[in-house]
DNA sequence: GAAGAACGTTAACGAAACGTTAAAATGTTG
DNA sequence: CAACATTTTAACGTTTCGTTAACGTTCTTC
């Protein structure tokens, strides 16, 4: 699976050619244009690393960093700075940043410090990433059994984190009901399978605010799960 | 315990500047005038982190930043290049450094860059060394069973110890109470449960000056050790 | 379109899990 | 063994979660 980037550029140029380039890499680069989308790019989902400029039209990348280290100890953060002015760079490294590259830059210097950082930082990341699933604009997190969605996080039961984990496994397919059943209860019958039908609404209601997302009922067969989008 | 840093150069001058400068931030750092000696070092000791120049007299340090890594894997190396030719540094990537810095540099850069790296490095081993935790505005060291706040320090107990440890291991992730039972009591019955949550009282107790700082429980799972950062 | 089965949703109940304090048991040290 | 520290058990109040019941809606079949 592709290392996920977070890029964070407003200049719109610049911007779509190191995506483009990244992606020709072999990455998966998704571009935000200024701090407030790109912390909601991050809250989004799990990215295996940041770049972000120094200067942004609503504020800069260093308080930016300091929003993303709040959430996440150890996501690999580089700066691109346009000047080589120290103090960029020293405030850079207090915001938590791993590395800067000054602007303009040659690609290759930038690909090789981002495998080296991500060589360094896989371990890390390797265990969180896997276990992820996005649904609409929901993150789902099985491990820590939580669902969030921008700021907001939300931890849920255990019964309905197994059933969720079933649902997300097979994502716009039908999950049958009496493997659910089984999995969960260890046998099938009419009370657990109404016991699944008050898990089933209330995931639904954790899901309510984005109507993309639908727990659909196959009649006596089973639900699908699915979000409009591209996972 | 201060990191120990292997300087390769064979510019006496800024070899020994350096040197007296890591010195001075707090480091042990040995200096190597070529490759042979330079080799030899590292062989002779455990290093935090390499720092090599490119050009050495019986040698280059692309050469022997490949001897080190063949013998250590994950021992940061950066590189100091004379010139700032992207071949250069293309090379040091393709040899295994991790960063470079071209010369004449700033020191407080290459301060800022050491810092970051062994930050970044430091986490990866956090599981194997018994390193001390940042919890909130508490310390802890696990070595020694203490925990301190300030100039405070409080001896905790060997259970409480090891409790702490494990839940420190996995920061803002849930430990299983399975896990902790069978790591500490080889088994996992009522009443160890019950010990365990007291164990869970006292720690919460230790902590309740710092607001910040949570141990909170996850309903027949198990507990989350937090410290203001968000899962 | 009528009847029965399956599903959607809400609320209430009770069992199990948890939080905490104190006392009893166990271990340690001089 | 005596004094102390540590761990376990007991006890009691609080919280949480899963199940069930109840009632309404939708679907399927004849």
Redesign the pocket.
Known sequence: MASKILIVEDDTNAGLLLQSFLTSEGYQAKLALNVKTGLQSFLGDVFSMCILDCSLPDGDGFGLAKEIRLRNEHVPIIFLTARSLLDDKIRGFQSGADDYITKPFETFELLYKIKAILRRSQVQVSGVTDSCFKIGSYLFDPKNQTLSSGEVVR??????NEILKLLCLKKNQITR?DEILIA??GESD?????????????L??YFANDSTIE?????????ILSDGGIS
């Open positions: 931890r849920i039961t255990a019964k309905e009901k969960l209860w009419y009370f657990k399978g109404r016991s699944l039908d008050v898990f089933i609404a209330k639904r209601k727990i659909e009922n196959v009649h006596s067969v089973g639900f």
